[in-house]
């Protein structure tokens, strides 16, 4: 499901990640990264409907841990079906359980569906914020040129 998502957003070709290496992380007991997923019903084709990936987060203005959810995707054939809701609804129950700050995740401009879907749900788009990135290359380059690390705090 996790190329279907980037194959959606156009971008199959980035996702490098296996099925081991995924399964090392959610599995591993030390890993931050957690998943749910929304079991498919016995007579369809497949056997999830739909998955989210998360980890907890410091946010220093909150002085709390707060969630920052990686991917909520839903099959496109089980939009409509609840899937969805469950999977932000369990979301919601564990942050409130763990007392986190607040749930935060990103959302691509274009995809217009997902973002009514998010706001149907009570959330609203943060844009007084751009999100910005450093790939592989840049983190290397940056690395390669950098001086000396700053003293710990």
Do not use: C
Not at 31 to 36: D, G, I, N, Q, V
Not at 46 to 62: D, I, K, M, R, V
Not at 64 to 81: A, I
Not at 92 to 97: F, L, M, Q, R, T
């Amino acid at each position: 499901m996790i190329r279907d998502l980037a194959e959606y957003h156009g971008e199959r070709d980035r996702v490098t990640v296996t099925e081991q290496q995924l399964a090392d992380q959610i599995f591993s007991g030390t890993s931050p990264l957690t998943a749910r997923v929304v079991e498919a019903p016995a007579d369809a084709p497949h056997s999830l409907n739909g998955y989210s990936l998360w980890y907890a987060a410091f946010s220093p203005w909150e002085g709390s841990e707060v969630m920052h959810l990686e991917d909520l995707y839903v099959r496109p054939e089980s939009r409509g079906t609840g899937a969805g809701k469950a999977l932000l609804r369990n979301l919601a129950v564990i942050a409130d359980e763990h007392q986190y700050g607040h749930i935060q995740w990103m959302v691509l401009k274009s995809n217009v569906s997902g973002a009514q879907f998010y706001v149907s749900q009570g959330a609203g788009p943060m844009s007084d914020w751009d999100i910005y990135k450093l790939d592989r290359e840049a983190i290397a380059a940056l690395a390669g040129q950098a001086p000396a690390a700053p003293a710990a705090a």
